[in-house]
Structures are given as structure tokens and as C-alpha cells.
């Protein structure tokens, strides 16, 4: 995977449009309703701020503290490279959907100061599932092919 801070760069914002859009299509169909042609186009809309604020936490924060984690919880060298790919994918998921979920309700969601913890711990639950399932299973490998194409080893 990324071996360069340049390629970690393109990665980053690669991974950071395909999450991000369908976490807002996701979001977007749970508040309207339903999930409909117009959920796309709607999502559009969204996808330019959330996208900064997700590669910004993700590029200068969370990347690097989830591998630090990572690695504490199993060792590169011994470990198969798919099993370390799942847990720092999970990782992230476990500190960026909190937090993109809080921006979400705050930009978004808001009805009020007094309703901003509620919102966000419901907005929190509901994505979780779907951000981790999207990571895990459709996202991270539709990113890492893409990036394998690109940055073709040689």
C-alpha cells in the first residue's frame, strides 16, 4: 500500500471521497426517508466540506494514531498484511465515524443546543454499522485496487 507521503497523500483522498460520499447517501436517505435517485445528487452537495474535514482528521490524525494502534495490538512483522488492513481499518472507523458524525450533526442535524448530544449519539449508532461494513468489505478493497493501478509496483 502507500509507500510515500505522496502516495499516502493520493490514498487518503481516494479512501476520503469514497467514504465520505456514502456516509452522506447513507445520512441523506435516512433523513429524507428513503433512498432515491435525487439521495445521490443531494450528496453532492455535502461531499466538498465533509470531504475536507474527513481527509484533515484522517491525513494528520487518525491515520497515524490507528497504526500506532495497530501495531500495538499485533505485530507487522509476524502478522498476515489482510489482518492488519482490517484492524487499522476498523480503527479509523472507530475514531472517524464519532467525529464526522458529531460535524454531521453540528453542520447538518442541528435543532438546538439542547439537542446536540442526543443527536450526535443517535447520528453515531446508526452509522457505525454501515461505516464499518462499507470499510471493511466495499470500500477499503475498491480503494486499494484502485490505488494498485495507479502506483503499479514495478
Same mark, same amino acid.
Given at each position: 500500500?502507500?509507500?510515500?507521503?505522496?502516495?499516502?497523500?493520493?490514498?487518503?483522498?481516494?479512501?476520503?471521497?469514497?467514504?465520505? #460520499?456514502?456516509?452522506?447517501? #447513507?445520512?441523506?436517505? *435516512?433523513?429524507? /426517508?428513503?433512498?432515491?435517485? %435525487?439521495?445521490?445528487?443531494? $450528496?453532492?452537495? !455535502?461531499?466538498?466540506?465533509? /470531504?475536507? @474535514? $474527513?481527509?484533515?482528521?484522517?491525513?494528520?490524525?487518525?491515520?497515524? *494514531?490507528?497504526?500506532?494502534?495497530?501495531?500495538?495490538?499485533?505485530?507487522?512483522?509476524? !502478522?498476515? =498484511? @489482510?489482518? @492488519?488492513?482490517? @484492524?487499522? +481499518?476498523?480503527?479509523?472507523?472507530?475514531?472517524?465515524? =464519532?467525529?464526522m458524525s458529531f460535524i454531521g450533526s453540528i453542520l447538518f /442535524?442541528?435543532?438546538?443546543? !439542547?439537542?446536540?448530544? +442526543?443527536?450526535?449519539?443517535?447520528? +453515531?449508532?446508526?452509522?457505525?454499522p454501515m461505516a464499518l461494513c462499507w470499510q471493511i468489505f #466495499? %470500500?477499503?478493497?475498491?480503494?486499494?485496487f484502485l490505488f494498485r493501478c495507479i502506483f503499479k509496483e514495478?
Open positions: 500500500m502507500p509507500k510515500t507521503r505522496f502516495q499516502d497523500f493520493i490514498f487518503t483522498i481516494i479512501m476520503v471521497i469514497v467514504m465520505v #460520499y456514502a456516509m452522506i447517501c #447513507y445520512n441523506t436517505a *435516512l433523513n429524507t /426517508g428513503g433512498l432515491t435517485n %435525487a439521495t445521490f445528487i443531494m $450528496a453532492f452537495k !455535502e461531499l466538498p466540506i465533509m /470531504g475536507i @474535514i $474527513a481527509f484533515l482528521l484522517e491525513f494528520f490524525l487518525i491515520g497515524n *494514531l490507528a497504526k500506532k494502534i495497530a501495531f500495538k495490538l499485533v505485530d507487522p512483522k509476524t !502478522e498476515k =498484511p @489482510i489482518i @492488519i488492513t482490517v @484492524i487499522t +481499518s476498523a480503527i479509523i472507523v472507530c475514531f472517524m465515524c =464519532p467525529i /442535524g442541528f435543532t438546538g443546543i !439542547e439537542n446536540i448530544f +442526543s443527536t450526535w449519539i443517535k447520528t +453515531s449508532i446508526l452509522n457505525f #466495499y %470500500a477499503g478493497p475498491f480503494v486499494r514495478k
